[in-house]
């Protein structure tokens, strides 16, 4: 949607700080995920059913009583509900629970960088749909995505897998859910609040799945730190994350703010690097780069498409 107003200022402190932190805790949440499966003996099925829950329930609440938004008129339109039911369980759970298999099987680092593949499934998506043959510069972003996949999992040998096949699967899978993720909801942003959206996307991603994984059947070892960590997870991962993410579209562009949240991946390998110990060679660091130089070619791409097309100071707001 547009809107006749100032433009935004092009660095905005507030809005970098917001997006970066929504983004490192996005990063921490993976490794802390991690340590749950790892060392703890939680299951991603148990971790996803409460995280969404939980969250949903409070994402929905915070938008009733914070923001003031009628969460349920939503429900009366049966073209939006289907779109809703969609997006909750083949988007929102979908790449919560790949995401989660893919760090279980391998580790935060790479799952989470092989999930910010989604930019580069999403472009190729469009190109076919649009038939629009690609440029030289969208082809050497693709190129280095692909290049990235195979130093991050082969580190550079060709024979030799790094990580596991089911880690490879879950990780392009929870790309492929992302992707779905993101260009889905389109219709339904356009006419409801994200926090709505997202909040029943949770929620119904949740009630789901409780009928595959109830809540209540629980495997792991409970102590003063799993709990901290399921409580990080839910609470700052999660929700306080989106808060924040959301926020800095109120100061920051959507490219600006997509860039910046590139942060996430390199959030998620220096901790697991440095608090979990995941050995991560000069391989893994060059397929991390480019796959995260895919990211910021694209967005420039779009950005600088955006730019031709206004014919006057107008801003882009979601």
């Not at 979908?94 to 499934?121: C, D, E, G, K, R």
């Not at 790094?162 to 992707?179: M, P, Y």
């Not at 356009?190 to 029943?200: E, L, M, P, Q, V």
């Not at 959301?246 to 220096?270: D, G, I, K, V």
């Amino acid at each position: 949607m547009l809107f006749e107003t100032k433009v935004k200022p092009l660095r905005n402190p507030k809005g970098i700080l917001m997006v970066l932190s929504a983004a490192a805790l996005w990063g921490i949440s993976g490794a802390v995920a991690q340590y749950l499966f790892h060392q703890k003996g939680f299951s991603p099925e148990w971790l996803v059913v409460v995280r969404l829950l939980i969250s949903g329930s409070l994402l929905l609440t915070f938008a009733r009583i914070k923001e003031n938004l009628n969460i349920w008129d939503i429900w009366k339109n049966k073209k939006d509900v289907t779109s809703l039911l969609l997006f909750s369980i083949l988007g929102i759970l979908a790449v919560q629970y790949t995401y989660f298999a893919a760090i279980n099987h391998s580790n935060a680092a790479t799952a989470t960088i092989l999930q910010y593949l989604a930019p580069m499934l999403i472009f190729c998506y469009l190109a076919l749909r649009t038939k629009k043959f690609p440029t030289l510069k969208e082809t050497f972003a693709v190129v280095l995505a692909l290049l990235g996949t195979f130093l991050l999992v082969t580190q550079g040998s060709i024979q030799t897998l790094s990580i596991s096949g089911l880690a490879l699967f879950w990780g392009l899978s929870s790309a492929l859910a992302l992707a779905f993720y993101t260009l889905q909801p389109i219709n339904l942003l356009s006419r409801w609040d994200s926090a709505i959206i997202t909040g029943w996307g949770m929620l119904i991603g949740g009630v789901s799945f409780s009928f595959i994984h109830p809540p209540w059947v629980f495997q792991g070892q409970w102590s003063l730190n799993s709990f901290f960590a399921v409580s990080f997870i839910v609470l700052f991962g999660t929700l306080i994350a989106f808060y924040f993410y959301l926020e800095s579209l109120r100061y920051n562009t959507a490219t600006e703010t997509s860039l910046l949240a590139c942060a996430e991946p390199l959030a998620a390998a220096l901790i697991a690097v440095i608090w979990l110990k995941v050995p991560f060679g000069i391989s893994e660091w060059l397929g991390t780069f480019c796959i995260l130089s895919t990211i910021i070619i694209l967005s420039l791409i779009k950005n600088k498409e955006i730019l031709n097309t206004e014919k006057k100071p107008l801003e882009i707001g979601y």
